[in-house]
Nanobody, 122 residues
Framework: QVHVVESGGGLVQAGGSLRLSCAAF????????AAWFRQGPGKEREFVAR????????YYTDSVKGRFTISRDNGKNTVYLQMNSLKPEDTAIYYC???????????????WGQGTQVTVSS
């Protein structure tokens, strides 16, 4: 049985940093593309960042480019999202997902975590 578990969310002031972690159980992350999505208050869930299996190429939505970094530690079977220069509009529940195709749509990912709350105060 597959479990994906996020951690590392919290409350931070604007301009601060957080690092989210995503651990997988029953699934080898290096065999899947992994992504982070987020859902802000009153908004639909949106793509944030993706890292491919194998070579590990990355892709980001425009609003986080230069501020967020997605990475992977295969030995720990964990994916990370380093978030710097946080803004109030980054406030959302952040979800980790794993899937085979590695696109930017949530339907492309079969395995999801329960989410972790990130709140950025102004």
């Amino acid at each position: 049985q597959v479990h994906v578990v996020e951690s590392g969310g919290g409350l931070v002031q604007a301009g601060g940093s957080l690092r989210l972690s995503c651990a997988a159980f029953g699934l080898t992350f290096n065999n899947y593309n992994a992504a982070w999505f987020r859902q802000g208050p009153g908004k639909e869930r949106e793509f944030v960042a993706r890292i491919r299996w194998g070579g590990g190429s990355t892709y980001y939505t425009d609003s986080v480019k230069g501020r967020f970094t997605i990475s992977r530690d295969n030995g720990k079977n964990t994916v990370y999202l380093q978030m710097n220069s946080l803004k109030p509009e980054d406030t959302a529940i952040y979800y980790c997902a794993a899937g085979s195709t590695g696109g930017t749509s949530d339907y492309e990912y079969a395995y999801w975590g329960q989410g972790t709350q990130v709140t950025v105060s102004s």
